[in-house]
């Protein structure tokens, strides 16, 4: 019998997040800070709409690119934050989360052959969704001595004849970093120089702690028309569960990803569309709130971290720190099993990032304060006793 199983897909490796969260789930009294979830409810006013479109009987199919008044929203939005403007019918899609974005991003402007860009540590799915659409994917592995930045030279080092696609994530899963305006005009430049298209997920963008606003790379000079921008509503409106995502970017590349959306998805959940709508409308200080608490508790973890003698760069994004564990003389994958062994607490090996994240961890701020300050006073027991 022949191999039923594509060589691709064989080769594939499961998510080094999930592999934690799966053990902790069958584990009694066990602290997980490895799942990227909100712990905050979604706000009432937006789980209202939701459950009013279903009170209307609105259980319909909507277009394959979204419920125009949600696609005006998340046009509004942009202009609002970035004063960029994007043409609500053809030039922003909603899609099922920023995951469905990124894959079919991907498989829309990626031919067999072309190399994508992809610095490390990184969110788990840019590696097997350039695979799958038959890409090459050429890794930067990222310094912490750059805070985790993306420099000029480290791109310019990477770019072949065959780089077609440059993937940036900032703020950044898993490290927390963030690229300032003026970081990203000197990446801008080589993009247009290059002729290098720009896929840039910012699903974390609202979750920022400099004092100053998340800036878009399509906001730059030339950069609209080379950059596909992915964001959604899971992180910043703590709407996980419903699924919902956008992308936007120039109308031929935003029509050819809605073609294939169509075929592999319809749309996106239709109750989620109308909730999305609310959020966008009403929910800026509802961010406002939960970026408070999550930039108190990260305040308290780089603390704690530091002084139990793991070293920990300061992120200045997301919910995310990622301290080094060198100097420990264990790998990532030891420590976190160990870790999990002993004192039921569960974060994520920094390999799960990409190989340069070996001698890290991730540890997620998306707790409540009561759980963190136990899930610290087991990490420094665990430290204490080695």
């Known amino acids: 019998m022949r191999d039923p199983i594509s060589k691709t897909a064989r080769a594939m490796q499961p998510s080094g997040i999930r592999k934690f969260f799966d053990v902790v789930a069958e584990m009694p009294d066990a602290i997980s800070l490895g799942v990227g979830e909100p712990d905050f409810d979604t706000p009432w006013h937006v789980r209202e709409a939701g459950i009013y479109s279903l009170e209307k009987g609105r259980t319909f199919y909507t277009s394959n690119a979204g419920l125009m008044e949600l696609r005006q929203e998340v046009s509004n939005y942009y202009v609002r934050k970035h004063n960029l403007t994007y043409d609500a019918k053809s030039e922003v899609l909603i899609t099922v989360g920023g995951s469905e974005a990124i894959d079919m991003a991907l498989r829309a402007m990626c031919d067999p052959g072309d190399e994508v860009i992809i ?36 791109l310019l ?34 993009c247009v120089e290059k002729d290098i298209f720009v896929v840039s997920d910012e699903i974390y963008g609202e979750l920022t702690y400099t004092g100053k606003p998340h800036v878009t790379i399509a906001s730059l000079e030339g950069m609209r028309e080379r950059t596909v921008v992915i964001n959604g509503f899971s992180k910043a409106y703590a709407m996980t569960g419903w699924r919902l995502g956008f992308v936007t970017g120039p109308a031929e590349i935003i029509g050819q990803i809605t073609k294939l959306h169509q ?14 709508i609310e959020a966008l409308r009403n929910g800026d ?8 608490s999550y930039n108190q508790r990260r305040r308290f973890l780089v603390k704690t971290l530091r002084d139990m003698g793991l070293p920990c760069f300061e992120p200045y994004g997301a919910f995310y720190v990622f301290p080094s564990i060198k100097h420990l003389g264990m790998t990532s994958d030891e420590f976190a099993t160990k870790l999990l062994e002993q004192e039921k607490l569960a974060v994520v090996p920094g390999t799960a990032f990409g190989d340069c994240g070996e001698g890290f961890l991730r540890i997620s701020y998306a707790y409540s304060m009561n759980e963190l300050k136990e899930a610290l006073s087991r990490l420094a027991n665990f430290i204490n006793n080695l």
């Open 119 to 154: 610095p490390e540590p990184c969110y788990v799915s840019y590696v097997p969704c350039a695979r799958l659409a038959g890409a090459v994917p050429v890794t930067i592995p990222l310094q912490e001595k750059n805070e985790f930045r993306l420099t000029p030279e480290e």
């Open 157 to 190: 080092d990477a770019i072949t004849d065959k780089t077609k696609v440059l993937i940036l994530a900032f703020p950044n899963n898993p490290t927390g970093a963030v690229m300032e305006r003026e970081d990203l005009e000197k990446i801008a430049k080589i």
């Open 263 to 276: 075929f592999a998805i319809m749309c996106a959940p239709t109750t989620s569309q109308y909730a999305g």
């Open 285 to 292: 200080d509802d961010i406002a709130k939960m970026r408070e």
